[in-house]
């Protein structure tokens, strides 16, 4: 292994004591502007040096010509000039004796054969100067913990204030900027934040080892990766294997190579196949691989919300008949069961029904609603299945309309969700109003139930969460 | 056939000139009061007789003590009894010479053994009668043609105020209530309504009556099913493959039979295969299946918004680069090809592009939004993929943040929309602030741009358009 490699080496990209922005600028909304803007407003402590030959003062910062002329040598650089200047400034870089650049300039491999060339020259100089390089087209970097943020979209006032970065515990690694940029108001609201890195082109710095500084970085509990190709396939899987038995790695990993989307064009074939052999080294190395964006939130937020449950047994208790069915039908398609519940729980439940009526699994509501109440038919119920041994796990279907108060839903769980800490507890609200789904979604997840719109969103995470499990079991 | 099966027999389900409701009530909340009030709600034109022995008015309505007392006969009669009086007041609906009658009570086929019996006894009163009847455990229909609603929530101020329901071209026909209580607010307000009729245990009228009665209705244009069983198979497809060459059907018809839910803890595997003989039949007689209820809506949306496209090549203007790629996975998948897009496309493209950019398809436009700003980018990338005679259809994603108005984005679209009639255009908007996105949605339907928050959703919806355009060919 390249002995430049090393969970320390990337220290710099999270954690940098001073930080040079070369191709700083004076101008709002260019990338050389945003990165210094989002440093301040995140609150980051550390040395800000702009470097541009133009200026003599960026963000009320004194700023430097070059990257020589600096008072020291940052502990990381950020080069963000078109592409024709950055292997010039890398070689400045090197020189200087700069141990970390983030490269988000862009056009390069991403872009044609001779951005690609450029790219090898880049890892050339980076390997001869010992650096580590991460991109290009890599939009950057954010560390709540250490209010750090090399990210370059104008996210002030735009995506997100950078002083509302919430920490939390899940790492992001991804080949995108949507991480920073689009999603990261989603990610910061609902998952909340422990590192967030964008690879770009992994010129040097790449996934491996990525994954690697999450599993050793303490505040990261649940690792979620955006991939479209993985460099060193046999690293990456002896990397996985040791690092989830600490913590899980869930993996949306989009079908298509390097060359992008273009691939899809012309050689689904022969990606099918690849396809494949991702899929089954994924799960041989207990990897959780997603199919969409969407499932990655979905599972990474029921990660961080709650807990794996001991078994496959599910308790469904659901609003409307047809939704019973829907949910039980992706049980079976997730490989979960629908528990059996004990005649004890049978008779907790009858209580809130008219006589006549007959409970079944998965149970339906709608009669109870209407004799005793919203209030009483869910904590009923539901405490009565989080109490039953034949139950594993439960999941909790309900409408999110006017007629619901959506901020005050979720005090209902409170205290169920207290007494039964190690049962997972998934709550879906079929929104007929969004602003009531959206409370309730956040003060759910405040009590640590994750909430979902759709009941396969919901019974997907649950059958991750469940898949994990067996996989620690199975490994044990 | 039977004789009593004709679209005419089913005309008091929607536009009744009288309505008795046996088991109305004073007490708000109870279904029996809650049909008077939303009727009353919707504006219906027609005579409301209240049936309760108890009472002399419901409502500001004289109410009867019971069917026989009523002055005329009405053309339809709403039970919401308990399950124990219906047979009776069923019976009194024959002698009185009722000839529909929607039974909402529940309690029946969908219980247990003693409630099928009981379904077997209605269906035979009601062949005796030559009525026609819809139930038990129906939630009843809604037809805002004629501002005539017959369902059981409790909807005023609630669920949906009856007056703002949309007149729509889309006709929804299920084996459920959520049609008529959770859903209704997102249906009315994403696809509009041109009928809803909740079948519930299906005792005579079944889904084949109604979808032929929504083929014969002029304001349908797409009919939307959720089906749990096919009473008669070969009458429902002989009727899918007539309608359908003038409105397409959308089913979502969910894995177990008619014991609901249960069946899916047990008969897993039968069930599959039975599964798989829904699956060919549907696809021979053109039906659209769809996996869930959200992709009910979706594709449902798509053709109440747009237009089939004449072709499978797509073009992608997209906001980055993994969401390019992720876009591309699942045209592939949905079966739809990415377009190679005309010289003369790629030069008008390149004008919002820095010299250095290579025009690639999927069209990644970050480097055109910070070099030529949103709207010139979209608009002039938009128009040009729309102009290409390789293209035809066109996917544009953007995202949904504070950054963008949500009110206004969709206006810079309305002329593309306007000068393109025959060529569909979907808009993905990745939510980072959910409220832009519903803002952005609901002003692009009002031009007939169908708005999705997530890139698989859009495509299969718009595979969904193109399988019905290779139905219609390959039957011509």
């Known amino acids: 292994m390249d002995s430049r490699r090393s969970v320390k080496s990337l220290e710099p990209f999270f954690r940098p004591a001073s930080v040079a922005v070369i191709g700083a600028s004076r101008v709002p909304g260019k990338a050389g502007y945003n990165i210094i803007e989002n440093l301040q407003g995140m609150g980051y402590r550390g040395k800000i040096y702009p470097v541009n030959p133009h200026a003599s003062k960026i963000l009320k910062l ?7 002329s600096l008072p020291e040598t940052p502990d990381l650089a950020i080069i963000v000039l078109p592409p024709a200047q950055v292997l010039k400034s890398l070689g400045e870089c090197a020189a200087k004796g700069v141990k970390a650049v983030v490269i988000e300039a862009v056009g390069f491999g991403e872009m044609d ?73 989603l990610i910061n609201s609902e998952i909340g934040i422990s590192k967030i890195a964008c690879l770009g082109n992994k010129c040097d710095v790449d996934e491996s080892d990525l994954l690697e500084y999450c599993g050793a970085d303490p505040p990261t509990k649940v690792i ?26 869930i993996v949306l990993k989009s079908a298509v190579t390097s060359s992008g989307a273009k691939a899809s064009e012309t050689h689904t ?57 829907t949910a039980a039908d992706a049980c079976v398609k997730y490989g979960l069961q629908i528990a059996r519940l004990s005649p004890a729980t049978r008779e907790k439940i009858k209580t809130v029904y008219p006589e006549w009526w007959q409970v079944r ?104 969460l469940r898949r994990y499990r067996q996989y620690l079991n199975s490994a044990d």
């Open 113 to 185: 054969a001779s951005g690609a060339k450029a790219e090898a020259r880049i890892k050339k100089i980076a390997e001869r100067a010992g650096m580590r390089v991460m991109g290009p087209n890599s939009v950057g970097t954010i560390n709540p913990y250490t209010s750090f943020d090399s990210s370059l979209g104008r996210l002030k006032k735009v995506f997100l204030p950078r002083d509302k970065i919430r920490r939390g515990t899940a790492g992001f690694i991804g080949q995108t900027g949507l991480f920073t940029g689009v999603y990261l108001p």
């Open 269 to 325: 074939g022969a990606i099918a196949g690849e396809d494949r052999v991702y899929d089954a080294a994924f799960r041989q190395a207990g990897i959780i691989r997603v199919g969409s964006f969407e499932e990655l939130w979905d599972v990474t937020r029921a990660f961080v919300c709650t807990t794996p449950p001991r078994g496959s047994r599910v308790a469904i208790v659901n609003l409307a008949g047809s939704s019973c069915v």
């Open 62 to 68: 004194a700023a430097y010509p070059d990257v020589k």
């Open 361 to 464: 699994s998965p149970i339906d509501v709608w009669v109870s609603i209407e004799a005793s109440g919203f209030e009483k038919t869910y904590v009923t119920i539901t405490r009565a299945v989080m109490e039953d041994k034949n139950v594993d796990a439960v999941i909790a279907v309900m409408g999110a309309n006017n007629w619901l108060d959506g901020k005050s839903v979720p005090g209902l769980f409170t205290d169920i969700r207290r007494e039964f800490p190690l049962k997972p507890l998934f709550i879906v609200s079929m929104p007929g109003d969004w602003s009531v789904y959206l409370k309730m979604q956040r003060g759910f997840q405040n009590i640590g139930i994750p909430c979902y719109t759709r009941d396969e969103d919901a019974i997907a995470s649950l059958a991750a």
């Open 224 to 249: 979620a990766m955006y991939l479209e190709s993985v460099t060193d396939g046999p690293r990456f899987l002896k990397l996985a294997r040791r690092i989830i038995r600490k913590k899980p790695i």
